[in-house]
């Protein structure tokens, strides 16, 4: 299973970090990516990682200021959130990938078979 947390209310231009902490299958064989769902609005594929921690991917919104890592040890994806602005209010979930050892992650919600329950992210004004 997959378990986010680190989710909360802040004010706009703040900060947050939201882990992933994944049990129950080998955490290192597969992509780990964060997405997110507004209400009303599909979900926004938002970054990924490789199995291997390489190759981070993030979507224009967020580039430059969101940054993903991944601590093996602690079978933990984490997304750091910077600067947050109003129209960042979502819900945030992990997910973990179908496929095992890839070289590249995919933003793409198909590629994603277990995702977490999420956790809420709220960006005040």
């Known amino acids: 299973q997959l378990v986010e947390s680190g989710g909360g209310l802040v004010q706009s231009g703040g900060s947050l970090r939201l882990s992933c902490e994944a049990s129950g299958f080998t955490f290192g064989y597969y992509d780990i990516a964060w997405f997110r769902q507004a209400p009303g609005k599909e979900h926004e594929g938002i970054s990924c990682t490789s199995s291997r921690g390489s190759n981070p991917r993030y979507a224009d919104s967020v580039k430059g200021r969101f940054t993903i890592s991944r601590d093996i040890a602690k079978n933990t994806v984490y997304l750091q959130i910077n600067s947050l602005k109003p129209e960042d209010t979502a819900v945030y979930s992990c997910?973990?990938?179908?496929?095992?050892?890839?070289?590249?992650?995919?933003?793409?919600?198909?590629?994603?078979?277990?995702w977490g329950q999420g956790t809420q992210v709220t960006v005040s004004p």
């Open positions: 997910a973990k990938s179908r496929r095992s050892f890839q070289e590249i992650c995919d933003l793409n919600t198909d590629r994603y078979d277990l």
